[in-house]
């Protein structure tokens, strides 16, 4: 029986993981940090149906339990090829053998201390799209960082996406949904509130996506800008002074808000780069590993019996994420079956 390494334990590894052992393989899933879910464990509730981050995980990991052998905080450090099998070495000490890789490592969010305009980790009442989901998890209406009830708030899209001067010059691909999905999450908890989104483009691509949008301006009546934020400042209340540009209509705008929001995008995960390199396949010009085709072979990489998928070749949402992870396990299948 073929033994499979899975490298990334969030959502895409373990999908894989469980495809993979369903089709009777031996799977190994190898996690750094000590616990699974990735980040989909920072969520409160996914688009565009509301249900809760934390049970989608729960459902995959009572499909792993007994299956799977998971090794937690555990990096993949060096890697050898011999015999038609992969030989990894392991932060642990251990060395391990299998026949095939699959590469599931996601994303992390870009550090928005980089947009250095926007004052993130300068006012503390300006936070990311991650920290304003650990703020739902609370169930609690949501509050500035001196504790008054944010009444009113501005979501900034795009930041660390489709930006040159970060070095990312590709989409994010759920940013914009993700803000929609924010703000009406605002709206009810802080009845009242003012909500502004300021966006490039908005890119409502997948199906329902763009009730969302309908929803968020009739009934919740939050208000959509495409305009650019060039500078924030902070006022001597702690509310914070927006200027900002209506590209639109190419007027200056000026906003104070309580709280702003900056969607912050993908980059790739920081041992995606290492393990590109230890298997010496390549990545795009975004740094996201690249498959071996775009439209036949998009699980495949240009190393034989080694696999990406998720978000370790490029922004998906989670029903993408899924979809991918278990084509990515029948590309495995085929891998064995024809050679």
């Excluded at 073929?2 to 469980?18: D, F, K, L, Q, T």
């Excluded at 691909?173 to 509130?193: D, F, H, I, L, Y």
Aim: proline content about 4%; glycine content about 6%; some cysteine.
């Amino acid at each position: 029986m073929p033994r499979i390494a899975v490298i990334g334990g969030g959502i895409a590894g373990m999908e894989a993981a469980i495809r993979l052992s369903n089709l009777n393989f031996e799977v190994d899933i190898i996690e750094k940090s000590f616990s699974l879910g990735g980040n989909v464990n920072n969520w409160h509730v996914l688009f565009p149906d509301h249900s809760p981050a934390r049970l989608l995980i729960d459902q995959l990991k009572n499909q792993l339990r007994d299956k799977v052998n998971i090794l937690l905080g555990t990096e993949v450090i060096r890697t050898e090829y011999n015999n038609q099998q992969y030989i990894l070495h392991l932060s642990d000490g251990n060395r391990l053998t299998f026949d095939a890789i699959v590469i599931t490592t996601g994303f992390k969010v870009f550090p928005a201390q980089r947009k250095e305009e926007y004052g993130y980790s300068v006012y503390p009442n300006v936070i990311t799209s991650a920290q304003l989901e650990e703020l739902f998890q609370s169930e609690k209406p949501i509050h500035t960082a001196d504790h008054r009830m944010a009444n009113r708030i501005a979501f900034i899209h795009c930041v660390g996406s489709r930006d040159d001067k970060v070095g990312n010059r590709y989409c994010s691909k759920v940013c914009c949904v993700t803000a929609v999905k924010q703000a009406m999450e605002v709206a009810q908890r802080n009845p009242g509130s003012e909500i502004f989104l300021f966006y490039m483009d908005l890119r409502m691509y997948d199906r329902h996506f763009e009730d969302l949008y309908f929803q968020a301006q009739t009934q919740y009546g939050i208000r959509f800008v495409r305009g650019r934020l060039s500078e924030v400042s902070e006022k001597s209340d702690a509310r914070l002074y927006l200027k900002l540009e209506d590209t639109l209509l190419g007027k200056p705008l000026r906003l104070t808000v309580d709280l702003l929001v900056l969607m912050v995008g993908m980059e790739p995960a920081d041992n995606s780069p290492q393990l590109a390199n230890l298997f010496s396949i390549p990545v795009g010009t975004d740094r996201f590993i690249q498959p071996e085709n775009f439209h036949l072979y998009k699980n495949r990489t240009s190393r034989p019996g080694v696999f990406v998928a998720g978000c370790a070749s490029g922004p998906k949402s989670i029903g993408e994420t899924l979809a991918d992870a278990r084509s990515a396990a029948f590309e495995v299948y085929n891998f064995f079956n024809n050679n």
